[in-house]
């Protein structure tokens, strides 16, 4: 199984993946969406979000922008990161399956500063 989760406000992907107010999750095989589902935002704390991931089995995060000690952790994980998303969740997980979706490498330096994001 393979597990796409799309840092999100309800349907649509958030600008900074730490304050989303919830992940969609969507379960792939044989590069089909095959279940989806929206969790809740457990909290923003240092590390914890892509640690949470993680154990969930997500293989890909999808993001507006998030920040650098994010993307090294998921990195560590081995879990890929697409940046500088946009528009509907379930719209940018099917462009990512068919290898449309491309990251821009959108990394947040200053929390304070959403629209620095360069979403």
């Known amino acids: 199984m393979f597990k796409i989760a799309v840092a999100s406000e309800n349907q649509m992907v958030t600008e900074h993946f730490g304050h989303c107010s919830n992940f969609n999750i969507f379960e792939v095989e044989n590069k089909q969406i095959v279940k989806s589902e929206s ?23 999808i993001s507006g922008g998030m920040g650098g000690g994010a993307i090294d952790i ?19 997980a099917e462009s990512y399956l068919n290898g449309t979706l491309k990251s821009t490498g959108s990394v947040c330096h200053e929390h304070q500063h959403h629209a620095e994001c360069g979403v």
């Open 39 to 61: 969790i809740p935002n457990p909290g923003h704390r240092p590390g914890f979000l892509p640690n949470y991931l993680n154990e969930m089995g997500v293989n890909v995060v």
């Open 74 to 92: 998921f990195n560590q994980k081995g879990i890929e990161v697409v940046l500088g998303v946009s528009g509907n969740a379930k719209v940018a």
